[in-house]
């Protein structure tokens, strides 16, 4: 298939050249000859370059009287010009737009974010970092390849480079480095991934526990090939929007096939400095071979549910798939998008099924723990399988809540607008209720409030809310 594609693109240079070079019905054809009268090529056009010129070159027969030397001249140095930018590198610029240096343990962490400011594409993007002390003298140097490490025109990358703590080191200076691709290079590199790759990021959300910032969202294969190697970066930004720090991780799965949604889930270590967090992705676009050649799972959902533990802590979402193809299903999960009432994500939480290996029409079961959260009003499904197998997904993806607990002795405002969706003020004035009563005796004493009655107590029974004190 390579040599098909390189045969394409040798055809595609010898036509350019063939064009540039046909000489016309009647053109006449000249012999330059260097300086012992030996031949050197053979045109229609009758210039000499530069460096023929130089080394003392002819032209045989002489050009007539009349002949346009300036239009020949001109003529000659375009189709030089087309030739020439063909066979040479097109021009790429690597720059960095913004970097920092944080120490951890015994190491230095030097990261920042690159863009390729040119208009080619640059492989094997290399950072080297020169650590050195407060005289500018070398202390030590360290490298590595930026992520991704090749960048078309327009496209960033981010690096983070470790360097080994120093007493000595003062700051830090920075290189860069990359291979900058042939037109021709560029051309094959096109026929070899034809299939166009896009992926999006759907919804994402960051959530701080203890020492650590979770970033965590979906993304989403948009384009017509398959990307694996799918990787999300996120960058911390403080309030000026400069770095604070770079962390990255793959996404689950790390393979899409074009219309696959994934999921990802960042640690970002606690910094006071933190405002917010910018995000990127990369992957690798699968050649139409591969795509061809690659295994793909088919899996059904045949039914789940949802339901509260005892007490209420905890949801249970629970339900069977079946394997629906011709191919033994190997390390079978489901993921639970926990979503709000405007469908932006709570919480992501997964498990693999029993048994996580699913013959062909065997079906496994799932009962995924999702910790309970009064924002929550329905769940959404996403199956993955092997990390190097694309899956196709048939049946029903999202359930609303069926059941959900509040206690009104307890609950914020918040809690209470967002559950029994009732406006501030009536949730305000439920509180004021309940702290002159000492707290509600009763679940129904909601409905001595005037803004409260039977009408709205039996609507939130149908909606399936269970409400305690």
Not at 63 to 68: A, K, R
Not at 231 to 253: E, H, T, W
Request: glycine share 6%.
């Amino acid at each position: 298939m390579k040599r098909k594609y390189f045969l394409l693109v040798l055809f595609f240079i010898l036509a350019i050249f063939f064009i540039i070079n046909a000489p016309s019905v009647n053109a006449k054809m000249y012999k330059i000859l260097d300086s012992e009268g030996n031949v050197i090529r053979l045109t229609n056009i009758p210039v000499l370059s530069i460096q023929e010129k130089e080394a003392g070159y002819t032209i045989s027969p002489p050009p007539e009287e009349g002949t346009n030397i300036e239009e020949n001249l001109a003529d000659y140095t375009e189709k030089e010009n087309i030739i020439k930018e063909v066979e040479t590198p097109t021009k790429a610029e690597i720059k960095f737009i913004d970097s920092t240096s944080r120490l951890e343990g015994n190491y230095y962490y030097v990261e920042g974010i690159l863009k390729n400011k040119g208009k080619g594409n640059v492989s094997y993007v290399k950072v080297g970092i020169r650590a050195l002390d407060k005289y500018g003298k070398l202390v030590s140097i360290n490298d590595g390849y930026a992520d991704p490490h090749t960048l078309a025109p327009g496209q960033e990358a981010t690096y983070q480079i470790m360097v080994a703590y120093d007493s000595k080191i003062d700051k830090f200076d920075k290189t860069v480095s990359g291979s900058v691709e042939t037109q021709t290079e560029a051309l094959i590199k096109e026929l070899e991934n034809q299939t166009k790759a896009e992926i999006k990021f759907i919804d994402s959300t960051s959530r701080l526990e203890g020492n650590y910032y979770y970033v965590e969202g979906i993304l989403k294969n948009k384009g017509k090939g398959n990307v694996s190697y799918v990787k999300v970066g996120i960058r911390a930004l403080d309030k000026y929007g400069k770095l604070v720090s770079i962390n990255d991780g793959y996404a689950d799965p790390h393979t899409l096939a074009p219309g696959q949604e994934a999921t990802y889930q960042i640690m970002v270590a606690y910094d006071s400095k933190i405002d917010k967090f910018d995000k990127t992705v990369s992957g690798s676009v699968e050649t139409q071979t591969e795509a061809l050649i690659k295994e793909k799972y088919k899996i059904k959902i045949v039914d789940w549910n949802n339901r509260l533990s005892t007490y209420g802590s905890y949801i249970y979402v629970e339900g069977s798939l079946k394997n629906i193809g011709d191919k033994a299903a190997e390390e079978v999960r489901v993921k639970v998008k926990s979503l709000d009432s405007n469908r932006e994500i709570v919480s992501i939480d997964d498990g693999y099924t029993d048994p996580s290996l699913i013959a062909p029409n065997k079906e496994g079961i799932f009962q995924i723990m999702v910790k309970n959260n009064y924002k929550i009003k329905e769940f959404s499904l996403i199956i993955l399988t092997k990390s190097t197998i694309s899956t196709e997904v048939i049946g029903v993806k999202e359930k609303s809540l069926t059941k959900q607990i509040i206690n009104i002795n307890t609950a914020s405002l918040e809690e209470l607008v967002c559950v029994l969706e009732i406006s501030e003020h009536t949730a305000m004035r439920v509180i004021e209720r309940r702290n002159k009563m000492d707290g509600f005796k009763n679940p129904r004493d909601i409905t001595f409030l005037f803004e409260i009655g039977t009408i709205e107590w039996e609507e939130w029974i149908k909606r399936g809310i269970v409400i305690v004190i």
